[in-house]
């Protein structure tokens, strides 16, 4: 939590994000496999390789928070749960983090909704 800025190291942010890691495949695997979305940052093992990427399972939705380049962004949540919520959650995370709300891996249809 917070290696993208060490000064925010003792904040409790609106989402608690653990790093992603072998560990939690049985978790987070099947979730990313049933949202059919086929970009690189919805791969588990991608996930995992990369080292930078953190997630959270709430209420049946998978968020995730990713760093790289000296940038952070939240690849769009994907599950069975309220999807608006957890895009609600996420704004109110970025807010909190004092970094600018990017979203990544939309479709289409996500921006619809």
């Not at 560990?23 to 990313?32: H, S, Y």
Request: a neutral charge; charged letters at 20%.
């Amino acid at each position: 939590m917070g290696w993208y800025n060490p000064s925010h190291k003792d904040v409790i942010f609106v989402i608690q994000f653990q790093r992603v890691t072998p560990a939690l495949r049985d978790t987070i695997a099947p979730l990313l496999m049933a949202s059919g979305r086929r970009g690189a940052e919805y791969s588990f093992a991608n996930l995992c390789m990369w080292g930078r990427q953190e997630c959270a399972v709430e209420d049946g939705v998978l968020l995730l928070f990713s760093h790289y380049d000296g940038r952070s962004m939240y690849p769009f949540p994907v599950g069975q749960g309220d999807l608006h919520s957890a895009l609600e959650r996420i704004m109110a995370d970025s807010r909190k983090r004092g970094i600018p709300c990017r979203l990544a891996g939309l479709t289409p249809a996500d921006r619809q909704e």
